[in-house]
């Protein structure tokens, strides 16, 4: 069973940085990744990253935010920098395995004050 456990969320200031971190565990994943859902608005793919490091952003976080994993922990992160008020949202780890099943972690909470 896919198990996936989000860190890293919490509240900063327009300008600042905040790092997310998910461990995911039960499968091999072949593509790890984030989402976001702000309120009032529909769930949006962030960044994903492959297992041999193809990654993929969302036009609005190119150039400020950078994905990577682990691989041998299966971990997967997301360095945010230059955080805008409009990127608070509540994130959500994501992984595909290999049968191309999708799952989502519970969430975390990134607030950007201005």
């Known amino acids: 069973q896919v198990q996936l456990v989000e860190s890293g969320g919490g509240l900063v200031q327009a300008g600042g940085s905040l790092r997310l971190s998910c461990a995911a565990s039960?499968?091999?994943?072949?593509?790890m990744g984030w989402y976001r859902q702000a309120p009032g608005k529909q769930r949006e793919l962030v960044a994903t990253?492959?297992?041999?490091?193809?990654?993929t952003y969302v036009e609005s976080v190119k150039g400020r935010f950078t994905i990577s994993r682990d691989n041998a922990e299966s971990t997967v992160s997301l360095q945010m920098n230059s955080l805008k008020p409009e990127d608070t949202a509540v994130y959500y780890c994501?992984?595909?395995?290999?049968?191309?099943?999708?799952?989502w972690g519970q969430g975390t909470q990134v607030t950007v004050s201005s």
């Open positions: 039960g499968a091999i994943f072949v593509t």
């Open positions: 994501y992984v595909r395995t290999p049968l191309r099943a999708d799952r």
């Open positions: 990253i492959t297992r041999s490091g193809t990654t």
